[in-house]
């Protein structure tokens, strides 16, 4: 199906971090492909903050309120990445209105909260997607291609998966522990049936710094081991994936060791693909490899040709509540 002809309107809400260095060259990218896009508002409390990313990546007016945004605005579409304790409100809002949404994960900080987003979004019949960008990285959209391609359902026997960071001392890690925690569900293709949790805490470190390890079965019947590890020496995140006859190891995040990621399969002990983030169609920079341009590209591709896009709320509720599980120190879970 072709894409529509007519101007298609994009709003963004929150300029921080993640916006100027993922989100903001994905939209920019995005709009160099399709002329028709307009990059029309992007909105953050803090006004300087607004207008240095109008500027930046080319939007047409800044704002300070994002319903004035809204009211101001004939908008087709809405990406919001706002701090985790307001996006469940502001996305509920958005829903509300109608309008398609893109929103950055977790999209709430519990089920029921999430719960509330889904029957708005189902109420209103609005498009939307939860950024979870690991799901649209390329070196992992890549390991599925070949998971769906070279093995048959279920032939994934165990995963690891290894979230290390240098000196996070955040107290609720657990809202950067969901991208582990969804990643392995991803990779697995199946829901999570059992886990149990063990912490290992660092009170002399920080309030709340704490290592989480996670045993897991899945439904699907695979075993699933997670280290969350915050206070390490390397910014990492490794899976292994085993096979009967064949291992897959995915570094996702470049490292010095690798710098643009890797993805390297081996069939009884010898290489058979090795492929480097450098390698893959989306492109080398960051956002690219690290799925954000997907994302959006994913999201409003599909809102355009008028299909649902995938990663919708509902895909997101077991992630969203097995991370309050560790946010809450919870040691068992039983789907």
């Known amino acids: 199906m072709s894409l529509a002809v007519n101007k298609f309107k994009i709003c963004i809400i929150g300029c921080g971090a993640i916006a100027n260095s993922m989100h903001g060259p994905a939209l920019l990218k ?29 939007f047409q007016i800044s704002y300070t309120c994002f319903e004035t945004m809204l009211a101001e605005m004939s908008l087709d ?6 701090p985790v304790e307001l996006t469940a409100s502001l996305a509920e809002k958005i829903l509300r209105k109608g309008i398609p949404l893109l929103l950055e994960k977790p999209p709430g900080r519990t089920k029921e909260e999430t719960l509330c987003l889904i029957k708005a979004a189902e109420e209103k019949n609005v498009p939307h997607m939860v950024a979870f960008n690991r799901r649209y990285a390329s070196l992992i959209r890549k390991l599925k291609e070949i998971i769906k391609a070279d093995f ?17 001392l955040d107290e609720d890690f657990s809202t950067t522990a969901i991208h582990a925690i969804d990643t392995a569900k991803f990779i697995a293709g199946s829901d999570y049936k059992t886990i149990h949790f063990t912490y290992r805490d660092y009170p002399e470190i920080g309030k709340n710094v704490s290592d989480v390890h996670m045993e897991c079965t899945m439904e699907s019947g695979t075993i699933v081991k997670i280290n969350i590890c915050p206070v390490t020496g390397i910014n990492m995140e490794r899976a292994v ?47 690219e490899r690290e799925g954000f341009y997907y994302v959006n590209k994913h999201f409003f591709d599909s809102v355009r040709n008028g299909v649902n896009p995938s990663g919708d709320l509902k895909s997101t509720l077991q992630s969203v509540e097995i991370a309050d599980y560790i946010r809450k120190r919870i040691t068992e879970f039983t789907c």
């Open 30 to 58: 995005y709009q160099s492909e399709n002329p028709d896009i307009i990059l029309c508002g992007c909105c953050d409390i803090d006004a300087a903050r607004a207008e240095m990313f109008k500027e930046k990546f080319k």
């Open 241 to 287: 994936v085993n096979f009967h006859d064949h291992t897959i190891f995915l570094d996702y995040l470049g490292t010095e060791l690798i710098p643009a990621g890797r993805l390297l399969m081996l069939q009884k002990n010898k290489i058979v693909l090795d492929i480097s983030g450098n390698e893959t169609k989306d492109g080398k920079e960051q956002f």
């Open 152 to 168: 048959s359902p279920n032939a994934v026997q165990s995963i690891q998966y290894d979230m290390f960071r240098v000196n996070r």
């Open 77 to 82: 579409a809405v990406c919001l990445i706002s």
